[in-house]
Structures are given as C-alpha cells and as structure tokens.
C-alpha cells in the first residue's frame, strides 16, 4: 500500500543535541510538508519542498533544517538553536497543485 | 496571505444531534479548502475537500460542508453525532502564491459526543 512512513513513533533526546526525523513516501508526490503540532495551536508549517533539491521556510523555520536529495524522502533536523522542540511533528506530501495533503502518523519528539 | 479561524477549540453534543463545526477563511486568491480529522496519536485523514466544482461537498462518515463566498465560511456539518466521531477536526486553505502552495491550517476544533 503507498503511504508516507514517519519513524520513529517517539524520539527522545537530550538539550543541546540535534536530532533527525525520517519522513519517506511511496506515493509519486512531488510536494512534500512538515508540520508542528502543539496543543491549542494547530499544524504550523515548518518547511516545504515542492521538488527535488528546492525547499522553502514556512512559518517556524528557525531552529529546523531540511534536506530533499529524493523525491522518496524529506528529513527533518531539529536543532540545539530551536528553543522549544517538544512537540508532534507531522510530515505530509501531495500531488501537484492544490490536491489533498497525504499525513504520516507523525513522530513524538521529547527533548529534556 | 492566507489564514483559517475555527471558531470554538471544544464542541460537545449529544450523540444523534447535530454537529456543527465552523470555519473561516481568508485568502487573497480563490481557495481549496479542506476538512481533516485526527484520532489521538496519529496523523491527519481527510474528510472532505472543495475545489470549486461544487459549494456543497459531501466527504466520508457522513460529513458535508457548504462553501459560502460571501461569508467566507466553510463549515462542517453532520446531522446525527456517533460516538466515533469524537475526534480533533482541522479546516485548511490552500493557495498558490509566487508560484509555490502553502496549505495553512487552522487551530482545530475537539468533538466531543455524549453518550
């Protein structure tokens, strides 16, 4: 079945450590997201890639760092710089234009 | 820019009544707007999507929402609550600006439904 693979489901780390999350679809998109989610403030766009080697900032890209060598692939970097980065990340992808976002189960990430 | 405003972050109804969800949307360009719905822990699923074809849309379990211009209004509705709807729902718009398509989401709505 195609579908977009968050890994892994929880992820602890330590202040001061930067810490990659693992976003991979098998559904042909060419646009892929990540989202942040916190209580009471909704999905806030971190980064998106419209195409391979092309990303933009969304609207919390400070702290975040993303590459997109694959069309498969969107890996998310959590920084030391980001201040608060617990929270439940969610990566997406679509089709071209404006179709519907496709959503990972998402990866919990603590840090203390 | 783009933005979504969901009015009320908790709806409780009894199950078999009415659910009414709200959502509306600011956009500078003509929208696609989308209706999703989470379970605690996981990612988003769609419920319904509108793409200009028709104002009333129909999605999955039940759910519909009616697209109003001149209220920039797109909310969610379905006649009779079940207990499995309890879940968080999130109204998105997505628009092309600068060549690129940015999808912003509102701050979401928790359903609850009353046995």
């Known amino acids: 079945d195609g579908g977009i693979t968050q890994s892994p489901k929880y992820l602890f780390r330590k202040e001061g450590q930067n810490v990659t999350l693992s976003c991979e679809q098998n559904l042909n998109h060419d646009a892929m997201y990540w989202y942040r989610q916190d209580p009471g403030q909704g999905l806030r766009l971190i980064y998106y890639s419209q195409i391979v080697n092309d990303f933009q900032k969304g609207d919390i890209a400070e702290g975040y760092s993303v590459s997109r060598e694959k069309k498969e692939s969107f890996p998310l970097t959590v920084t030391s710089a980001q201040k608060n980065p617990t929270a439940f990340y969610l990566c997406?992808?679509?089709?071209?234009?404006?179709?519907?976002?496709?959503f990972g189960n998402g990866t919990r990430l603590t840090v203390t | 820019a783009q933005s979504v405003t969901q009015l009320g972050s908790h709806v409780s109804v009894s199950e078999g009544a009415l659910v009414l969800l709200r959502c509306n949307y600011s956009s500078s360009v003509p929208p696609y707007l989308f209706w999703y719905v989470q379970y605690p822990n996981q990612g988003l699923q769609l419920l319904l999507k509108y793409t200009s074809a028709a104002t009333l849309v129909k999605g999955i379990n039940g759910f519909e929402a009616e697209f109003k211009k001149s209220e920039t209004s797109f909310h969610l509705t379905k006649p009779s609550a079940h207990m499995s709807d309890a879940a968080e729902y999130f109204c998105a718009v997505s628009a092309t600006s600068g060549g690129y398509q940015k999808v912003t989401f509102g701050t979401g709505t928790k359903l609850q439904v009353i046995p």
């Open positions: 997406a992808s679509r089709d071209g234009g404006n179709s519907p976002l496709h």
